[in-house]
Each structure stands twice: as C-alpha cells, then as structure tokens.
C-alpha cells in the first residue's frame, strides 16, 4: 500500500499545529509576564526596593553555596555509583533520586523531623551547642541542597558512565595515580555533563520554594529567597502584585542569563 501526498501532508500539518501549541504555551505565559513588567509603571521603581535586594542577593549567595557543596560532596558520590559495584548500591542510588519525585513540602517536613530543634539531630545539637538549624539562612541551604543535588549527580553519574573505563586503566598502567586519573582524564572527558549538572542544580537551588518556607520560614533579609518574597507580594505585602512581577522578571532575566552562559561554556568545552 502505497501512502498518497494527501496524507502525508494531513499528518504534516498535524505534527505543525501540534508543535506550535505546545511552543505557545510556554512562551505565551513568559511573554505576559514581560508584557505586564512593561505596562506596570512602578515595576521598575520595586527593583529597588530593599526587600528585593536582600532576596535576591540571599538566593544568589545559597544558591552558590549549595552548588559549592554539592560539587564537593556530590561528585565522588557520582563517581562511585558509576564506577563501584557494592551491596546496597542499588538503594543508595534510588534513595539519591527520590528527591526528584518527592513533593518539596514533604522535603521540608523531612528537614524539620531530622534537623529540627525536636528533630532526631536537631534536638540533641541544639543541646550540646545551643545552635538550631530551622529558620535560619543555613536551613535555606540545607533545603536547597536536599532538593537540587540530585539532578547533578544524576548528570555526573551519567558523565562517567558514558566514559570507557578502559581509558583510566590505561592511565593507570602508566604510573598515574587514581587522583590523577580523576583530575586529568576523567574530569575533563565528562565536563559536559558535570555542567549540564552544575546549571540544572543552581537553577532548582534559585527556584526552591517548598521545602525552605517550611524549614527555613519565610523570615525577610534572613530565610526570604526570591519565591518565598513573590508569594510574600501575593499575600499583602508592601510590594503588592506589581513587586511580585518584578521579582519574577528578575528571577526569569537571571535564570535566562545563566543558561546562556553556561551552554556557551559547554559548547567550548565540548570543542576544547
């Protein structure tokens, strides 16, 4: 049976129609935003308001200090489930994942029964040092971290797996330590997905939202990130409807700024 131009040109159009209404509506909601940013006279006027700055000068600095840590402490965890092959590893690298699935509110009650002042740790610390987690900045981080560090070591682990081990034996055989296999071979060769990791996981760190309003509050100038002050501006705050659009502009400029840079970097470090 022979298709005839008819149908292929039916399911043509079809496929088009398809794809521009699924385009539409995620540009349709961006551009209204910008649209309103436009036509809102004091929109322009909020961005310089104190409570914005401080919130988005706090979700810049947690959110590079959770990619900072996740970095750290991500990266060999990666590492290992790629490359180990151990009892358990299995359910250690479903449990890393379940972060990714698991509704950030839940996440935030999870933080608040382990790191709280009545949580299983945050009792006794608070007891012995006097210090408590919750309602802090470093509660914003450790939120952020337990929701954002998955996708980067989801993106490592499928970096390294990616490479051919027999790359690195072959290093080692030349005298090469593991150390500096790590760092000289195995890095360099899957930098691209360490950065697509790196983006993904600042990005979810600037959005969080659940999972710090309820360990960390939504407290201005010490736990209020740039969402927590938009749902502020929703609730009746001094900055109204128009502060919350400007604090969405802000975040989608930054969001939109940053991916452009680091897709550039990638690019460079796929042809380097």
């Avoid at 337990?146 to 993106?155: C, D, E, K, M, T």
């Amino acid at each position: 049976m022979i298709d005839s131009p008819r149908a292929d040109r039916a399911a043509t159009v079809t496929i088009a129609v398809l794809a521009v209404a699924f385009a539409l509506f995620f540009v349709l909601p961006l551009a209204g935003l910008i649209v309103r940013a436009i036509e809102e006279e004091s929109t322009w006027s909020l961005l310089k308001e104190p409570q914005v700055r401080q919130a988005l000068g706090l979700s810049l600095w947690t959110s590079t200090v959770t990619v900072a840590l996740t970095v750290v402490f991500g990266t060999p965890v990666a590492y290992i489930l790629a490359r180990g092959r151990f009892p358990g590893r299995a359910f250690l690298d479903a449990l890393i994942d379940l972060p990714i699935v698991l509704p950030p509110t839940v996440a935030g009650v999870a933080l608040l029964t382990a790191f709280g002042r009545r949580g299983i740790i945050g009792e006794p610390i608070e007891a012995w040092t006097g210090y408590a987690f919750s309602f802090t900045t470093t509660a914003v981080v450790m939120a952020q971290l337990l929701v954002a560090a998955p996708f980067y070591v989801r993106a490592a682990k499928s970096g390294f797996e990616s490479m051919d081990p027999q790359v690195e034996r072959v290093a080692y055989t030349l005298g090469a330590s593991r150390v500096r296999t790590f760092f000289r071979i195995t890095v360099p060769q899957a930098w691209p997905a360490l950065l697509a990791g790196f983006v993904l996981c600042w990005a979810r760190s600037m959005g969080e939202l659940g999972a710090t309003l309820i360990f960390a509050g939504n407290l201005e100038g010490k736990t209020q990130t740039m969402p927590l002050a938009i749902i502020s501006a929703f609730e009746g705050s001094s900055l109204g409807l128009a502060g919350a659009i400007a604090l969405s502009l802000i975040l989608l400029v930054v969001a939109f700024l940053v991916l452009v840079v680091f897709r550039m970097a990638g690019r460079w470090a796929r042809w380097t």
